[in-house]
């Protein structure tokens, strides 16, 4: 058995919706829209879990049926499921299935890492029962502890983004660390995922092991990108976080691709900015100004 | 609001039973004693996965009911139960909640890592609403991606174990890369935890905040424990990943404590080494075998 590669699929979704941009799904009650909560009253439901998987659903639901001309990839972030407990677990399985029926590349950012036999319950877990296209993994274990995702990327068309410098302002105390070979340690993470990617690469010249590297760092990110030319990145810290399109210029390819960049709550809660505009509206206004921005910062228009 | 300490409170669960085991909850269906499965018939339930839970809880409340005298704290394996999806993420909740219950120790093994708002999210769903007494975490983020689970330490009675320095043979590739200081990364997060406990010290000497550090690396454990006198010790490797306690020696201190040594698959599936005797009688043996040998090793009779 095997699926068409996960980098090529990726480049495709990009092409086809002319966007870079992936929807972070993050659901956050207390910054839901109103009406969305004015439509399960807490008094309608036995337990409060019961309460908000239901807005969740409502809101999820609108904004993967809203943003299908605006954006390629969505992103679920299970930890805002996993803290509604077993109910938010079952709409995370739900969210997957929903968005890949609906065309979407789907990203779970589980951010999972352990040893073998685990490794492989999670891969099972997210990309073969959730049904993940990608999931983010981080590589403080080492490359044995992240083969059952490999496999995966290699023979069933999954992806893999390999945690390489993250978005927060504490990145850098350990990611920095100097190595005796007067490399940062995420310089050196860089060069493995290449090297673990190599038997992945698609016929459009990136492999399925990708890099998430931040776009708050700019200089680093550029570097980045020319080291690792033919590693697919996925850019977090767009919008709420501080990015801007310009500040990632150096994160596209000479061809204008290469990166899928994430935004979450900028493009979710839209609508605090947009007094009188429905939230909807309001979150595909935010994804279509996003999706121009990073068209035009990837040289395309 | 403030609880007992989280090492204070596994200090004496270790001294109470008189037990350093920590026995690791990593359900395998394909592992599960025979009669275990007989009792849960494939025809029996509509689908596979809600059989599957249904031999999973026989298993693990029988465990939970038949080794409290011999171990002190258990570790659920959360990727054993999200590769069972929504019913899987139940039971693991179930478990932790059963667990304290009996008056375990319990340690969500989820290795979670991410940056802040998630972090916070992550923290709150294993420690707040799973309820676990700790959690384990993975540094690559940095500190800042790390404070929703220290804060619950410092003040809420919770622990949590940074990943230092790992079990599995490939841990070297990125533990052990030299930095530019002459020591390896390991080395430096093993000091990075020690301060980033400083202020959930227990009136027993040890620190809220502690460390995985794997026991199949006898020279640089004993190290470790030199460079963390005040940082608990989760150890795994024990059993079948081929550590023995006379390995673990250097992971004690010199009152014979401060560190808990993990096992799973050995207790688990003891059954299979012992024919004719009944798995949970297998089990106990296995858990008292370990206990009695980790108290030897330590010092202590």
Known sequence: ???ENFADRLLTAVETRRSHVVVGLDPDYESLPPEIRAAHPGDAYEREDLQRVACYRDFLVGLLDGLQAEAAVVKPQIAYFEVLGTQGYELYM????MARERGYVVIADVKRGD???????????????AGADAVTVNPYFGSDALEPFFVRARERGKGVFVLVKTSNPGSAEIQDLLLSSGEPLYGRIADLVSEWGRETLGAGGYQAV???VGGTHREEA???RRRMPRVPFLVPGYGAQGAQASDLRGLFDERGTGAVVNS???ILYAYRKRPGVHWLDAARQETEQMRAALWRAAGRG
């Not at 739900?94 to 299935?97: D, F, K």
């Open 115 to 129: 040893i073998g036999s685990t490794a492989e319950a999670y891969a099972r877990a997210h990309l073969d029962i």
């Open 1 to 3: 058995m095997s699926e």
């Open 264 to 266: 979450a709550r900028a």
């Open 222 to 224: 550029a570097g980045l």
């Open 210 to 212: 990708g890099a998430v």
């Open 94 to 97: 739900e969210v997957v299935r």
